[in-house]
C-alpha cells in the first residue's frame, strides 16, 4: 500500500509488471532528464570511501558553499536530508496556530502542519485562470489568526510561477501577523522567479529549496531552508545530528559547481517541454502553461479518468501522475515529467492509442 501518495514508485511498479528497474520510464516523478551530473556521481562515490567515518554533524560545509553559492549569512541557511525533512521540522519547531495552504500542492504539507496540530485552511487556485496566483483574492481569505501563508513556486502539479515582486508583496502584506514560507523545490528550472536572496529583507520570509530534482539526486535527499537568522536559529537546534550522509552531503557541494550543467538544462527543458505540450494538445488533453520540468493536462473525454489512464499505460513501463489526491483537482487532471525526446514520443504515442 502507498500511504503517501507521490509519484515516482519505480520499484513498485517494476514488481508490478515483472520488469526490470531500467523497463520502466518514469513521468511520474518530476526529475531532471539530463540526468546526474558525472562530477556529482563522482563526488557522492567518494563519499562513500569516507563512509566508515560519521558524516558531518551540522554539514559544515554545504551550509558554507550555499552561503558563496547564494551571497548570503550562513546563519541564514540550514541544510536538511531533503526539502521535505525540513517541512516537517519547521511545523514541529514554529507550530503555526493556523495555515492558509495554497492548492493544489504537495501533499506533505498538509501531513506535516496536521502533525502539528495546525488548524489548515485552503486557497485553491482556479483552471479557468491557469492557475495563477490572486493576490488580493489570498488576502482577503486570511483568518484572524492566521499565522502561516504557504506556497509553492513554480506550483506542483500546476507548473504556474508566481513573479518575486508578487512574493515580496505578499511578504510584506504578512509583515508583523504571519510568516510566508515558499517552497522552491523546482525553482532551478526557472531561476529567475526565486526569492531565495530576499530573505535578508523580510523577517517573516521562509524558502524551502531542493537540489533532487534539478540534478537528478532523488535517492540521495539533500535540500536545505532558507530564512531569518533569528527563524533558523532554533530549527537548527531541534535539529537532529548528522542531517546528510557523507555521500548526500559530497554530491550536494558538487552540485552547485555545476554551472555548465544548469545552463544545458534551461537550454534543453523548454524546448522539450514544448514540443511534449503540442503533442498533449493534439490527442485532445487541455495542458496548462508550466514554467518547471513538468506539465499539468486535464483529460477531456466524458469517460476517462487519469487513473484508468494510468492503469493502461503501467504494463508498457510508462508511469503518468493521477492528480486526483492532489485537493481541488479531479479525476480527470495528470502530471507528466518532462523527459528526453525519445522518451517523451513513446508516451505520446501510448497516449494516442489509449485515448
Known amino acids: 500500500m502507498n500511504r503517501y501518495g507521490h509519484g515516482g514508485g519505480v520499484h513498485r511498479a517494476a514488481r508490478e509488471c515483472g520488469l526490470p528497474l531500467t523497463g520502466i520510464l518514469d513521468f511520474s516523478a518530476s526529475i531532471n532528464p539530463l540526468g546526474m551530473p558525472p562530477a556529482v556521481l563522482a563526488a557522492a562515490q567518494q563519499g562513500l570511501t569516507e563512509a566508515q567515518h560519521y558524516p558531518e554533524i551540522d554539514a559544515a560545509s554545504l551550509t558554507s ?3 558563496a553559492f547564494h551571497q548570503l549569512p550562513a546563519d541564514c541557511l540550514l541544510p536538511g536530508s531533503g526539502s521535505t ?37 485552503f486557497f485553491p487556485l482556479r483552471a479557468e485562470d491557469n492557475f495563477q496566483l490572486d493576490l488580493s483574492r489570498l488576502l482577503q481569505c486570511l483568518k484572524p489568526e492566521t499565522d502561516l501563508v504557504l506556497l ?29 514560507a515558499v517552497d522552491e523545490a523546482f525553482i532551478d528550472f ?41 527563524g533558523i536559529a532554533p530549527l537548527a537546534e531541534a535539529q537532529p545530528p548528522w542531517p546528510l550522509s557523507t555521500p548526500a552531503l559530497a554530491a550536494a557541494v558538487a552540485c552547485l559547481g555545476e554551472s555548465e550543467f544548469r545552463v544545458a538544462t534551461l537550454e534543453a527543458i523548454p524546448r522539450l517541454r514544448q514540443t511534449l505540450a503540442e503533442g498533449l494538445s493534439a490527442l485532445g488533453l487541455t495542458v496548462f502553461p508550466s514554467q518547471a520540468n513538468y506539465l499539468l493536462a486535464r483529460l477531456e473525454g466524458a469517460d476517462q479518468s487519469a487513473a484508468a489512464l494510468a492503469a493502461l499505460l503501467l504494463p508498457q513501463g510508462l508511469l503518468i501522475r493521477d492528480c486526483a489526491n492532489f485537493p481541488s483537482l479531479d479525476g480527470r487532471y495528470l502530471r507528466l515529467a518532462v523527459r528526453s525526446a525519445e522518451d517523451n514520443q513513446r508516451l505520446l504515442k501510448a497516449l494516442a492509442e489509449a485515448l
Open 65 to 67: 558553499a550555499l552561503a
Open 85 to 121: 525533512d525540513l517541512f516537517y521540522l519547521g511545523a514541529r519547531m514554529l507550530r503555526p496556530r493556523r495555515a492558509l495552504l495554497v492548492t493544489p500542492a504537495f501533499s506533505e504539507y498538509e501531513r506535516a502542519l496536521a502533525q502539528a496540530g495546525t488548524n489548515i485552511d
Open 152 to 180: 509553492a513556486n513554480p506550483g506542483n502539479p500546476t507548473g504556474s510561477g508566481v513573479p518575486p515582486a508578487q512574493i515580496e508583496s505578499l511578504a510584506r502584506a504578512l509583515r508583523e501577523r504571519a510568516l510566508l
Open 190 to 230: 526557472c531561476p529567475a522567479a526565486s526569492v531565495i536572496e530576499r530573505v535578508v529583507d523580510h523577517s517573516n520570509l521562509y524558502v524551502f529549496r531542493s537540489l533532487t530534482k534539478f540534478y537528478a539526486i532523488p535517492g540521495l535527499r539533500a535540500g536545505y531552508l532558507a530564512g531569518p537568522p533569528r
